[in-house]
C-alpha cells in the first residue's frame, strides 16, 4: 500500500477510525487501503453489486479489500449493509462502535449510474440513482452525526470528519446524466448544510470531486482514462490512488479548520472549488416589467465572465 509520495506511511491517521462507503472497488477500495496505510482502523462497506446497482449483493469485494490491509499489517472489518436503507446506514457506524470502540471519519463515497437522456430517463433510474449517492450521504451522515452529538454532550467532543463524495457533473453538469448530476450536486449543497450544523460538535465536513478511473468511468470515457502502456514509466494520472491522499489528510486531525470546502482531485492536481457567487448585477429600485427585466438581464449576460454557465460534458 501506498500512502506517501516515497511508498511509506507517516501515521497520519494512527488511532483513527474510518467508515468507507463502497470501498469494494474503485476510489473507494483506494482511500480505504490509503487510509490503513497510515495507521487508520478501516471499515470497509460495500454491497458488491453491479455498476448499475443491479444483481445480487455480494461479500466479496469489501472482504477482498480488507484482506488486502491485513496482509499488509492494518486492522479492517467488512460490512454488507446498504447504506441507502436507515437500517444499513446505521449499522455501519454500529460496525465502527462495536468493532473499534469509536468512530472519526467518515467517507461517503457509494454509488452507481445509470446514465440516460433526459427524455429517456425511466423514473426508477431517476429514483435509484438519487437513492444511493443522495441519500446514501445522507443516511450514514445523520446517524454518525448522532453519535458526535452524543459524546460532544458527555464531555468528549471528537475531532471528527467527513468527506463526501460530488462529481464534476454535479458542479457543472454532464450531458446524458441528469439524475447523476442532481444528485451530485445535491451532495454540495448537504456538505454546506452539515459543515455549518455539525461544527459544533468537533465535526468537519467537506467534499470532493474526484475524476479517476473507475467502473463508472472507464468504458464511457475510456480513452482518457486509459493507463498509460506498460513499461512507459509514465505518471498513470486517472489511477485512482491520486485522489487517496487528499481524501486522508481531510480525514486526518491533521486538517483542522478546514470545512464546508469542495476540492477537485484529478491526477497531481487539487483545486479549490468557489462555486456560486455573485456576479454583475442591477437594482432599478422597483418592480420591472417583463420586456424591460429582459433587456437588464441581456446586459448583465454581456457583462457576465465569458463562458460562465456552459456544462462540462463528462462525468467525474
Not at 2 to 25: E, H, K, Q
Not at 45 to 53: H, I, K, Q
Not at 148 to 175: C, D, K, M, Y
Amino acid at each position: 500500500m501506498t500512502a506517501s509520495s516515497d511508498g511509506r506511511g507517516t501515521g497520519l491517521c494512527a488511532g483513527r477510525v474510518v467508515i468507507v462507503t463502497g470501498a469494494g472497488r474503485g476510489l473507494g477500495r483506494a482511500h480505504a487501503l490509503a487510509f490503513a496505510a497510515e495507521g487508520a482502523k478501516v471499515v470497509v462497506n460495500d454491497l458488491g453489486v453491479g455498476l448499475d446497482g443491479a444483481g445480487g449483493s455480494s461479500p466479496g469485494p469489501a472482504r477482498q479489500v480488507v484482506d488486502e490491509i491485513e496482509a499488509a499489517g492494518g486492522e479492517a472489518v467488512a460490512h454488507g449493509g446498504d447504506i441507502a436503507t436507515g437500517v444499513g446506514a446505521a449499522g455501519v457506524i454500529a460496525a465502527a462502535l462495536d468493532t473499534y470502540g469509536r468512530l472519526d471519519t467518515l467517507v461517503n463515497n457509494a454509488g452507481f449510474l445509470r446514465d440516460r437522456m433526459l427524455v429517456n430517463l425511466d423514473e426508477d433510474d431517476w429514483d435509484a440513482v438519487l437513492r444511493v449517492h443522495l441519500k446514501g450521504h445522507f443516511l450514514t451522515l445523520k446517524h454518525a452525526a448522532a453519535h458526535w452529538r452524543a459524546e460532544t454532550r458527555a464531555g468528549r467532543t471528537p475531532v471528527a470528519r467527513v468527506i463526501n463524495t460530488s462529481s464534476g457533473a454535479g458542479l457543472l453538469g454532464s450531458v446524458g446524466q441528469g439524475n447523476y448530476s442532481a444528485a451530485k450536486a445535491g451532495i454540495v449543497g448537504l456538505t454546506l448544510v452539515a459543515a455549518a450544523e455539525m461544527g459544533r460538535y468537533g465535526v468537519q465536513v467537506n467534499a470532493i470531486a474526484p475524476a479517476a478511473r473507475t467502473r463508472m468511468t472507464e468504458q464511457t470515457f475510456a480513452e482518457t482514462m486509459a493507463a498509460p502502456g506498460e513499461g512507459t514509466g509514465a505518471f498513470d494520472a486517472m489511477a485512482p490512488e491520486n485522489v487517496s491522499p487528499l481524501v486522508v489528510w481531510l480525514g486526518s486531525a491533521a486538517s483542522d479548520g478546514v470545512t464546508g470546502r469542495v476540492f477537485e482531485a484529478e491526477a497531481g492536481r487539487i483545486t479549490v472549488m468557489e462555486g456560486w457567487r455573485p456576479g454583475p448585477s442591477v437594482d432599478r429600485g422597483a418592480r420591472w416589467a417583463p420586456a424591460e427585466a429582459g433587456e437588464a438581464t441581456r446586459k448583465l449576460l454581456a457583462e457576465a465572465e465569458a463562458g460562465a454557465g456552459l456544462p462540462v460534458y463528462g462525468a467525474r
